[in-house]
């Protein structure tokens, strides 16, 4: 079983930084995409940013330039950083992995984190 661990979330003033982290354990054999997402109260939950395995990042376009996606594929980790916050970036924020488990397999499952709330206000 795999499971993603994220941290980092918490309250910061508008124009404050934080960085999300998120750390894969479990019966994994690679990790392809790691990505975020985030759900605001009321609203469905939306794509943030993804990052593959070769370490191409993909974000919405309305989050370049104030996010940055990295990681670390020896300890599977995935951090996002948060730059410039926005009290419309409040929302839960939620880790997800694509995987394999042996190398033999053509099979991939997906793992989402717990979630992680930031909160933007004054």
């Known amino acids: 079983q795999v499971q993603l661990v994220e941290s980092g979330g918490g309250l910061v003033q508008p124009g404050g930084s934080l960085r999300l982290s998120c750390a894969a354990s479990?019966?994994?054999?690679?990790?392809?995409?790691m990505g975020w997402y985030r759900q605001a109260p009321g609203k469905q939950r939306e794509l943030v940013a993804v990052?593959?395995?070769?370490?191409?990042?993909n974000y919405v376009d309305s989050l370049k330039g104030r996010f940055t996606i990295s990681r670390d594929n020896a300890n599977n980790t995935v951090w996002l950083q948060m730059n410039s916050l926005k009290p419309d970036d409040t929302a839960v924020y939620y880790c997800h992995a694509v995987y394999k488990t042996d190398y033999y397999s053509r099979v991939q499952y997906a793992v989402w984190g717990q979630g992680t709330q930031v909160t933007v206000s004054s």
């Open positions: 479990g019966s994994i054999f690679t990790i392809s995409d």
């Open positions: 990052i593959t395995s070769g370490g191409s990042p």
